[in-house]
């Protein structure tokens, strides 16, 4: 395939998903500091395990919540699946209502995850990414020069393994693919309710480090930061289990390890949106350009002849 085509192919590819990849690309840079606000949370204050379970039974009595979501640094509980407002720990009534920082992340997340509400219109954009990065590859290697057209290109070579590990590990994330090291342990029978399973991960973890508790795939897991990584435990009645690393998750959420990953991956949103915006403002510039007439053509050839 010659040069022009795939350059062709490459521009129309960038035309048709330019609005989805910039809504994902600048919620992937919110996203990119979640792991920070998280972490910067923990050990502030400490949760007791007994308020926790007092508040879902208190919110919750039918047990329909499928899971729970602590936010440490503010002090809130989220009880999801139930419709319940968010839960301020401290008085133990809903929180006040308001916009925060918090309230901006799971924006993001949900927008990042579902843009309008559907999913794949998230996976088909980031495969349009994908091979937008390939086609910049077999373009081949290009000369660095002082101009938008450089920029553009030199930023795609010298972040490629950044930019083409996010959205290789999206995809595996929205096609179930782990690539974990080991077996995930038995389930232990039916899953705990959400309150016998908040004290069995408090009997063994300090509560403002876990982000969230909950049913998944027919069972209890517990989400915990340890060492500015967060980890994924099993809990059932045997216990809390520490659960094979998904490493595509660790990798694009940048939580295997918290003060190296934010960072790069908020380098990393941030070369993919210069790549989308000098590649959309190169053919804005070769469309507004005013096609020249023969008589400053022939001018040109001139000067150029002698």
């Known amino acids: 395939m010659s040069k022009p085509l795939l350059l062709t192919v ?15 690309i600048a919620t992937g840079l919110i996203l990119s500091f979640e792991p920070l606000v998280q972490v910067s949370g923990i050990g502030e204050a400490a949760i007791d395990s007994g308020r926790i379970v007092e508040l879902v039974k208190r919110y919750d009595p039918d047990a329909r ?3 729970l979501a602590i936010d440490a640094g503010a002090q809130r509980m989220t009880l999801q699946g139930t419709g319940v407002p968010v839960i301020d720990l401290t008085t133990g009534e809903p929180a006040p209502a308001g916009f925060g920082l918090r309230d901006l992340l799971l924006w993001a997340r949900f927008t990042h995850e579902r843009l309008l509400g559907q999913a794949w219109l998230v996976t088909s954009s980031t495969v349009a990414m994908v091979c937008l990065m390939v086609l910049g590859i077999l373009m081949g290697l290009p000369r660095l020069r002082n101009s938008l057209s450089g920029w553009h290109k030199g930023t795609a070579w010298f972040a490629l393994p950044l ?22 342990p038995a389930g232990g029978g039916r899953a705990l309710p959400l309150a016998d399973a908040v004290r069995m991960v408090a009997a063994s973890h ?37 659960l094979p690393r998904n490493w595509p998750r660790l990798i694009h959420e940048g939580n295997w390890s918290v003060l190296i990953a934010s960072p790069l991956n908020v380098a990393t949103s941030i070369a993919l949106l210069t790549l989308l915006s000098t590649g959309l403002l190169i053919w804005a510039r070769r469309k507004l350009r005013k ?8 001018a040109t050839a001139a000067i150029g002849a002698g």
């Open 163 to 184: 930019i083409l590990l996010s959205p290789l590990t999206g995809l595996c994330l929205a096609f179930g693919l782990t690539f974990q090291s080991g077996a995930a």
């Open 65 to 67: 919540a499928r899971g």
């Open 291 to 298: 096609p020249r007439s023969r008589a400053q053509q022939a």
């Open 10 to 24: 490459h521009r129309w590819i960038t035309l048709v998903f330019a609005l989805p990849l910039l809504a994902i």
């Open 206 to 242: 300090d509560l403002s480090s876990v982000i969230s508790i909950g049913a998944r795939g027919g069972r209890m897991m517990a989400r915990i930061y340890e060492d500015d990584e967060l980890r994924a435990y099993a809990v059932n009645s045997s216990g809390v289990i520490a």
